[in-house]
């Protein structure tokens, strides 16, 4: 018994509905491409920041040996380091927001696809579901009920956004330390002052990328929600 797959019956016009939702799809792609760019730029940008603050501190605390002229000068350069930190995670947050828009988009075409030839679907890998699970599913994030938790945690300190604040809560972290220091603090202090730098600049930055990304705008609304997925409201 043969088991080929039977070929889908040709529709007029269909050979023309795959040329345009192929150009589409090359577009999107060029476009993450054009969006991971950007990401990789800011970052560099930032580093290279921190890295020129760092250095002149190490120079300035060469001669001062941390004394008061360092502590007046580590404060307002750290401060800046600190202001480029939260800027590039602010742009970063919204370009991954416009990630999550070409990866709709393509999952949309996807399922355009399947439309016109259901018999390549099992050779897809990426979802063709325009939710939150199939987009998830097609940036490479496990969703399964029992591994959703632990797979979410481990992604999101990998990301860009992620990584950052975690840098720049350290930048706050500093800041609030040397302040404590010009005070006179005891030790005991210092530390627990830097310790609360850290993780108020950590959960400040942290609501304010999940805000960023929360409300998700008209043309992004499921309109082929992955099998099994709640209603939209």
Known sequence: MSTEIPPSRPEPGAATR?????????????????????????VNIF???LSGAVIALALVAQVDHFGATFI????PVLLVVMFAGVSTISRLSALNRDDYRWVIGMNRL????????????????ASPY????????????????????GSVFRHLPATLPGML??????????????????LGSPRWGIASAAAAGFIVTYVLL?????????????????RFPSPGAPASP
């Open 165 to 182: 604040t975690v840098v720049v809560a350290a930048v706050g972290a500093a800041i609030v330390a040397l302040v404590a220091i010009a």
């Open 110 to 125: 996807r399922h355009a696809y399947l439309e016109l030839h259901p018999e390549i679907e099992p050779y897809l890998t």
């Open 72 to 75: 007046a000068v580590a404060i």
């Open 130 to 149: 325009d939710d939150l699970a199939g987009a998830l599913t097609t940036l490479g994030v496990d969703i399964k009920a029992e591994h959703r938790l």
């Open 18 to 42: 795959l040329q345009i939702l192929a150009t589409e799809h090359w577009s999107l792609l060029a476009t993450r491409s054009l969006t991971y760019t950007e990401s990789l730029a800011r």
């Open 206 to 222: 942290s609501l304010a990328g999940r805000r960023a990304v929360r409300d998700v705008p008209p043309s992004l609304q499921p």
């Open 47 to 49: 580093l290279a920041i």
